[in-house]
């Protein structure tokens, strides 16, 4: 990152930061610049979340170890990430219409890990998410073992979980991703 896209960026989380006080009660800006300063992998991820629509904020603070958590809080799945199928399996498998990648892979990649079902249902007390949209969400093995993965949404006032076939991909479906800092 250059000097002028990291200041641009600290600026845009500072402001959201702001905004959003709701998300993150008890937490000072200070702290979270803080930690920060020094940690130039995450302010890559934190940049990826953000140019590709994820716009991170503070969510949460782990007293034990001192990390904040951010997570995508952009009203809809990012739109940077959508048409994915699940994971690397599901994108091998599937010989036809192929997406341009999967969730599990584009996340790895990014430095983020996908929101498991508690995690999503957590963001959502946070506001109203993915009313449009869906958002791939960690898959027990179990499930997965029979080709099978979640998503979540927001319609009619509820969350919902629901399951499909991995190796699905649709234009109004992406994944949020969470990062500790």
Same mark, same amino acid.
């Given at each position: 990152?250059?000097?002028?896209?990291?200041? @641009?960026?600290?600026? $845009?989380?500072?402001?959201?930061?702001?905004?959003?006080?709701?998300?993150?009660?008890?937490?000072?800006?200070?702290?979270?610049? @803080?930690?920060?300063?020094?940690?130039?992998?995450?302010?890559?991820?934190?940049?990826?979340?953000?140019?590709? +629509?994820?716009?991170?904020?503070?969510?949460?603070? /782990?007293?034990?170890?001192?990390?904040?958590?951010?997570?995508?809080?952009?009203?809809?799945?990012?739109? +940077?990430?959508?048409?994915?199928?699940?994971?690397?399996?599901?994108?091998?498998?599937?010989?036809?219409?192929?997406?341009?990648?999967?969730? $599990? *892979?584009?996340?790895?990649?990014?430095? =983020?890990?996908?929101?498991?079902?508690?995690?999503?249902?957590?963001?959502?007390?946070?506001?109203?998410? /993915?009313?449009?949209?869906?958002?791939?969400?960690?898959?027990?093995?179990?499930?997965?073992?029979?080709? *099978?993965?979640?998503? +979540? /949404?927001?319609?009619?006032?509820?969350?919902? =979980?629901?399951?499909? *076939?991995?190796?699905?991909?649709?234009?109004?479906? *992406?994944?949020?991703?969470?990062?500790?800092?």
């Amino acid at each position: 990152m250059t000097a002028k896209e990291r200041t @641009a960026l600290l600026q $845009t989380l500072k402001t959201r930061f702001t905004a959003h006080l709701s998300r993150h009660e008890g937490i000072a800006w200070a702290d979270v610049l @803080a930690r920060l300063d020094g940690q130039p992998s995450s302010l890559r991820t934190l940049h990826e979340m953000e140019s590709t +629509g994820g716009e991170p904020d503070v969510i949460g603070h /782990d007293a034990a170890t001192g990390a904040f958590v951010f997570c995508d809080c952009a009203a809809e799945t990012p739109s +940077g990430r959508r048409s994915l199928c699940f994971d690397e399996d599901a994108l091998e498998k599937r010989k036809e219409n192929k997406p341009a990648g999967s969730a $599990t *892979g584009v996340a790895a990649a990014m430095g =983020v890990e996908l929101l498991d079902e508690a995690q999503y249902r957590d963001l959502q007390r946070l506001g109203e998410f /993915d009313l449009k949209t869906s958002s791939w969400i960690r898959t027990p093995d179990e499930v997965r073992a029979l080709g *099978g993965a979640l998503f +979540g /949404d927001r319609r009619f006032g509820r969350v919902f =979980v629901y399951h499909n *076939g991995a190796q699905s991909y649709y234009a109004a479906r *992406g994944f949020r991703g969470r990062r500790l800092v």
